[in-house]
């Protein structure tokens, strides 16, 4: 089945199904903010938000994650072996992901799910978790998705992708799962045409409101030299704080550290988000640090967004234009304006 | 404001054309509603990108430590301490820097003004005759400006640069009769577990990224102490012991040389009021020492100094 | 799904101080579990991360030639947290080894050719590796003429000194040993910095690869005299270090540019590196 619709008074009742079929993530309000979190309630959805200030990467990567525990014991006969530590990889199901965000994923798993080598949790999680997505009827000023390669209602990395009509909503399968999800649900309707033409409009008019900043080809025109010797890194490291705003809320920054915490006799090895950000990322032993200098760490990001990851991928940047960096950067360092400099034909000395 | 802006651009101009310094920091406009972004100006050319309004927050004394060079910068109040803070830590020479000194009003909460709009999102914002007015998408609001002054702002008894070598505005009133403390008090009140609730309550969604830390003027050191690793002093994942020992700690740190700019708590992603932590401490420096930070130029800290009269009992 | 987080338990066999100001020590490690060694199948020229449990790991480049059996050896530079616990650890202890990771030196092209070596310091560990392993009665008939240009600041600090010695005497390898300055009276080697004695003694370019691992400064000087040899840069091979974590090009830490230095490194070419950028 590739289409329904879900009127919105069924809405509740389907989350409490998928409730009771998988561990339902969803948006929750909190304060001013919404964040997505394990529904003990289907009341606990509030689908009336723009997206989530902290991306859902989490609940794949989360920020900080025990890998192994080991004892340091001395008369214990496993001292010093690692283990790994339980953890509860059932199904479950991301209802209200916005397409960006979901893509995000997509663009992440080329990291840690390679020919060669898996990274065992990501890819568990990626496995076991269904993405329902909700199209962007209304984009932000500060959303650019379409200059990247996505858009408002784009269905790649989704299961099920979700158009806000007046009275309900257009569900699309975008996958196999997803179909298979949509035969196996009650409270659906059949979707008629008039609501089919009325989800059609919703979208063409969401694509026509995502700004278009930049246009991303000359990044893969431009030799990787070239961009990085670019006069600008300067003048536009000249503000940042080298905080890890950006990197923690980027749904597509997957980068991390791996640390051990002892206890006594008992330690875990764990893993927590770390940032190009830090000076720390990259400080060798031996006191050497390749990115010593703050636009070093700034050009960084950049590069690798809009330009290694195209390189190295062959597909388009590591960036969803989803607008979190551009509304949280505490002084206001726009990516979109970083792009435009790099994407420019020519550049005008400061 | 315009006034302001114009006496910025004109003194950068001279000052750049004139060679006197080597660059001039401010504000440039922001990309979205209530945000600028600190901008170095290199060449008199460029001077027209400066600007001032009541989104000014972040504390430019933060891009001056350790700077080579001759730098023009403007100062609010907070700013100014900061700059005499800098000066007494050696971290900057007084030759090294021209203020521009920015008597100040307050700057606007860029939280609270996006929660008042309630979700719908903010395309402009227009400031005249102590209001203020939002527009967005199905969004129109009229506000008072003094009732969205960030917290510090609204408590503010230096609003007038305490150094300066040229003012880009006439001094303001000082705020009269204003209780600094009342937060401070409320949580005084609390008994030990409602206090330990409330903090842990109140850190709970840092993420670590220490924004707060590195806006803050004071916050320097070239390792923080949560980047040491011989020995560790700190965890580095978000379990809550290691969250809370990072604030705590911070907020020793910088007792008896924070401002109460208000920096941290603008640039915290998530909102987390840091200041519970560092008025505590300004309160009881205050008590103990009868000093605040950055008024005196040659007045250091009171932690960093030993004086024969210090009420402690082991030191003697 | 193996899981490439996890290491091998290994139990320290020997450790063996190798330099006069302590600063070095090689750990000979034995696999717990015996079949956990093939699993291990290493090349010469890869690292692995040793793993300290409760201190955290770090990527050591094996010294051991795969034609060494029932052990490996890292030798290991005290520098930070976890290596100076290692360096505390005796005989008998357990830690981790998670490996092989990383590329390895392009043992296919360097068949039927002259080998040159130039070493500095404690950069020589791969090294050691690659020379065994050619040396080894299995693989010499491989490759040309070896020779090898390896020196350190002065004769307390050259590692592997006894097989260093051994080697000199050799005729299938041609090995110059060098130390910076000596007060020894009866030094027998070179002394010199290596760059300037790679000039004197001059290794022939034909047909010939050059692999150069040492401090920056030491490769800085060296890269100018071996391309007037007449090495090209497709023809010089290096080592790099970086900071690493995960060790498998997940952690996003040790890239230049569009390279991670722990999987599609750690050994480059200088023609390679001259289309990255210049940072690491």
């Not at chain 1, 009325?198 to 070239?226: H, I, N, S, W, Y």
């Not at chain 3, 590692?159 to 010695?165: P, R």
Request: hydrophobic share 35%; glycine share 8%.
């Amino acid at each position: 089945m590739k289409e329904a619709y879900l009127a919105k008074d069924k809405l509740l009742p389907l989350v409490g199904l998928l409730m009771a079929r998988y561990r339902v993530a969803a948006p929750v309000a909190v304060g001013d903010y919404h964040q997505f979190q394990i529904l003990t309630q289907p009341e606990q959805l509030d689908l009336t938000y723009r997206n989530t200030r902290l991306s859902p990467k989490d609940l794949f990567h989360p920020q900080s994650e025990k890998l192994f525990r080991f004892s340091t014991a001395a008369d214990d006969p496993d001292a010093n072996i690692l283990k790994e530590v339980e953890r509860d990889q059932g199904p479950r199901l991301v209802f209200g992901i916005r397409p960006c965000d979901a893509r995000a994923l997509r663009l992440v798993d080329v990291n840690f799910d390679t020919a060669d080598c898996q990274d065992p949790w990501w890819v568990e999680r990626r496995r076991n978790t269904l993405l329902v997505g909700l199209g962007c009827t209304a984009p932000c000023a500060t959303c650019f998705c379409s200059a990247v390669g996505s858009g408002p209602f784009d269905p790649g990395g989704l299961d099920l992708v979700l158009t806000e009509l007046a009275d309900g909503y257009a569900v699309a399968a975008a996958s196999e799962r997803g179909e298979a999800l949509l035969a196996d649900l009650d409270l659906l309707s059949a979707l008629d045409q008039d609501r089919a033409a009325a989800a059609a409009e919703v979208q063409k008019t969401a694509a026509g409101t995502v700004a278009r900043p930049f246009d991303p080809t000359p990044l893969g025109d431009k030799a990787m030299t070239e961009l990085f010797q670019s006069p600008f890194w300067e003048e536009v490291a000249f503000s940042c704080i080298n905080c890890g705003t950006c990197t923690f809320l980027c749904p597509t920054c997957w980068c991390f550290d791996i640390q051990d915490e002892v206890q006594k006799d008992a330690g875990v090895r764990l893993r927590n988000w770390d940032s190009c950000m830090f000076p720390l990322f990259t400080l060798h032993g031996s006191g050497h640090n390749p990115r010593q200098q703050k636009p070093q760490r700034v050009r960084q990001r950049f590069m690798h967004k809009f330009k290694y990851y195209i390189d190295k991928y062959g597909d388009g940047p590591a960036c969803v234009g989803c607008g979190r960096c551009v509304q949280f950067c505490p002084v206001n360092i726009d990516i979109r304006q970083v792009v435009a400099l790099m994407t420019a034909r020519c550049v005008c000395p400061a | 404001m315009h006034t302001y802006i114009e006496a910025i651009r004109k003194a950068a101009r001279r000052l750049l054309t004139e060679k006197r310094v080597d660059a001039v920091i401010g504000f440039r406009k922001g990309t979205i509603p209530f945000m600028n972004e600190p901008v170095l100006v290199k060449h008199p050319d460029q001077v027209d990108q400066l600007t001032w309004d009541s989104h000014c927050g972040i504390n430019l004394a933060n891009y001056l430590g350790q700077r080579p060079g001759k730098v023009a910068v403007v100062a609010k109040g907070c700013d100014s301490r900061n700059i005499v803070v800098h000066l007494l830590e050696n971290q900057i020479q007084r030759d090294q820097i021209y203020i521009l000194g920015a008597p100040c009003k307050g700057m606007l909460d860029r939280r609270r003004l996006t929660a008042e709009c309630r979700g719908r999102e903010p395309h402009s914002v227009e400031e005249f005759d102590g209001r203020i007015r939002i527009k967005g998408r199905d969004l129109e609001l009229d506000l008072e400006r003094r009732a969205f002054l960030q917290d510090n702002c609204a408590i503010c008894i230096h609003r007038n640069p305490v150094i300066h070598d040229e003012l880009v505005g006439e001094p303001v009133a000082e705020q009269t009769g204003v209780d600094r403390y009342e937060d401070v008090r409320r949580v005084e009140q609390m008994t030990s577990e409602e206090r330990w609730q409330y903090f842990d309550d109140l850190i709970a969604p840092c993420l670590r990224c220490y924004a707060c830390r590195n806006v803050c003027p004071v916050c320097y050191c070239p390792t923080c102490f949560v980047d040491e690793s011989k020995p560790q002093w700190v965890g580095k994942s978000v379990d809550p012991t290691d969250t809370r020992t990072f604030h705590l700690l911070r907020a020793y740190h910088v007792a008896g040389r924070c401002t109460d700019c208000g920096s941290c708590e603008r640039a915290c992603p998530v909102g987390i009021k840091v200041r519970q932590f560092t008025k505590k401490l300004e309160r009881d420096i205050l008590d103990l020492y009868g000093y605040e930070a950055g008024l005196i130029a040659d007045q250091r800290p009171p932690l960093d100094t030993y004086r024969p009269g210090d009420p402690e009992g082991f030191i003697k | 799904m193996k899981n490439p987080y996890l290491p091998y338990p290994v139990r320290i066999d020997s450790i063996v101080t190798e330099t006069e100001d302590r600063n070095l020590k090689t750990f000979k490690l034995v696999f717990l579990n015996p079949e956990d060694e093939n699993k291990f199948a290493y090349q010469a020229g890869q690292f692995a991360e040793l793993s300290v449990p409760g201190l955290g790991e770090i990527p050591i480049g094996i010294a051991t030639s795969p034609t060494e059996k029932g052990f490996i050896m890292f030798t290991v530079n005290k520098v930070g947290k976890v290596s100076s616990h290692l360096h505390n650890m005796r005989p008998g202890d357990v830690m981790g080894v998670r490996g092989p990771l990383g590329n390895w030196y392009p043992w296919d092209k360097l068949k039927g050719k002259n080998v040159v070596i130039v070493g500095g310091g404690f950069a020589f560990t791969t090294l050691r590796s690659s020379i065994v392993y050619m040396l080894h009665p299995d693989n010499r008939a491989d490759f040309g003429g070896i020779t090898v240009v390896y020196g350190a600041r002065n004769p307390g600090m050259l590692l592997y000194k006894d097989e260093l010695v051994a080697w000199e005497k050799r005729d299938d390898i041609l090995l110059h040993i060098t130390v910076d300055g000596t007060n020894d009276p009866n030094w027998p080697y070179n002394v010199g910095f290596v760059p300037a004695i790679t000039k004197t003694k001059a290794p022939s370019s034909d047909n010939a690869y050059a692999i150069v691992c040492g401090p920056p400064i030491m490769i800085k000087f060296t890269l100018p005299v071996l391309t007037d040899l007449g090495f090209a840069p497709d023809r010089i091979i290096t080592s790099l270090e970086m900071r690493m974590k995960c060790g498998i090009g997940m952690c996003g830490r040790c890239n230049i540019g569009t390279e991670y230095v722990c999987k599609d490194g750690p050994v480059f070419t200088f023609e390679q590196l001259s289309r990255l950028p210049n940072e690491y």
